[in-house]
Every structure is written in structure tokens, then in C-alpha cells.
């Protein structure tokens, strides 16, 4: 077998999703939070498609693509919610706008 191994690439996988996981949990401004989802969403992408790579099976990249349209509607419906709440709040601070409840 050529190419990466499956350890490897699980390690590397593991490491961008806890980096992904670690910015959401410890940053509160928005378009940080939806660009660590972001770091997560590719993480798992790339699990699917070492996986898929090392069993010579399709199925890793098909998953590849949800994913990849998945991330896009997440960005579409995300970037429009962002902007929606800077213009009213003018603010993207997650503690500020839990504050904001009534």
C-alpha cells in the first residue's frame, strides 16, 4: 500500500478535531466558533476518506462530498445568522448576547 498510513492519518484527525473542539469551546466571538466547526467538519472528512482509502472502497470519498455540502449549507445558513445579529446587536460576543435575554 502506497500513500499515508491509516494511523497516521487518524492522528492527524484526532488533533484537528480536538483543536476544532478547543476553539469552540474557548473563544465566544461567532465567526471564530463556525470556523472551528469548520476544522471539525474537514477532520471527519479526512477520517472518511483514509478510511476509505485504506479498505480500496468509494465510500470514504462520497462521504467526503456530504460533508463538504454540508459544510456549505452550514456556512450559508451561519454567515447569513451572523450578519443578521451584528447588524441588530452589534456585536458577535456570545456572552454579550446570552446577556441580552429577557
Known sequence: MTGV?????MI?????????????????????????LEIML????????AAG????????QIMFVL???LAAAEVAVGLALVLQIHQRFKTLDVEALAALKG
Open 67 to 69: 460533508i463538504l455540502t
Open 5 to 9: 498510513p491509516l494511523d497516521h492519518a
Open 42 to 49: 474537514n477532520s471527519t472528512a479526512v477520517a472518511f476518506v
Open 12 to 36: 492527524l484527525c484526532g488533533i484537528l478535531f480536538s483543536l476544532g473542539l478547543l476553539g469552540l469551546l474557548l473563544r465566544r466571538t461567532l465567526i471564530f466558533m463556525l470556523m472551528s
Open 53 to 60: 482509502a485504506r479498505w480500496l472502497q468509494p465510500d470514504g
